[in-house]
């Protein structure tokens, strides 16, 4: 969502309220309202190559669990429903870690969520192709490995999510007039075996 300090995001610890994310298109309407703001069930059709009347069954069902909400201020003359995202969202395996069922549950959003940035990224790949020089040269990859410990390893999550922070909520056209392009940063700590 369009905005100079982005509100913390929401920390979600509600089995039932997850189980949204584990369809793949809620996701991606999820990202596009919180990256672009308010949009209307056909305008997100059009980008996610699907029907208004199938995309508003899935904003009514992520509204229906607090993810999105009715955005009236932005509707124009009223006619169109327009909706919006707050907050970005959260979830951590370790509040599901006591149920089963609710574990396997995190599990399947964590897929959807890398089979949808993989998309993502293959996509990218190939239009970069295309880009600028000066965005070929931009887009990076990194795959660094460190030792650490778990608290060191939170607090690296909680620095590199601080510097991503101060580059939220930047307009879609910088000062000088050049346009912004959406651009997703995939972060992922854990440990491994070798």
Request: hydrophobic letters at 40%; zero cysteines; proline letters at 7%.
């Amino acid at each position: 969502m369009p905005d100079d300090r982005p509100e913390p995001p929401r920390l979600v610890r509600d089995v039932e309220a997850l189980k949204v994310f584990t369809h793949p298109l809620r996701f991606r309407l999820f990202r596009l309202l919180y990256t672009d703001g308010p949009a209307t069930a056909s305008e997100l059709g059009r980008l996610v190559d699907a029907t208004p009347s199938l995309v508003s069954y899935h904003l009514r069902t992520m509204a229906k669990h607090g993810f999105i909400a009715e955005a009236p201020e932005a509707s124009g003359d009223g006619r169109e429903r327009r909706w919006r995202v707050e907050r970005d969202l959260r979830f951590n395996h370790t509040d599901f870690a006591d149920d089963p069922a609710a574990w396997e549950v995190a599990n399947t959003v964590v897929q959807v969520l890398h089979s949808e940035r993989n998309e993502r990224y293959e996509a990218a790949m190939r239009r970069l192709r295309s880009m600028s020089r000066e965005w070929q040269d931009a887009t990076f990859g990194a795959g660094p490995t460190v030792r650490l410990t778990a608290a060191e390893l939170a607090q690296l999550s909680e620095e590199l999510m601080a510097v991503v922070d101060r580059y939220r909520g930047r307009p879609a056209v910088s000062e000088d007039g050049e346009p912004r392009e959406r651009v997703l940063l995939e972060m992922i700590g854990f440990p491994y075996e070798p």
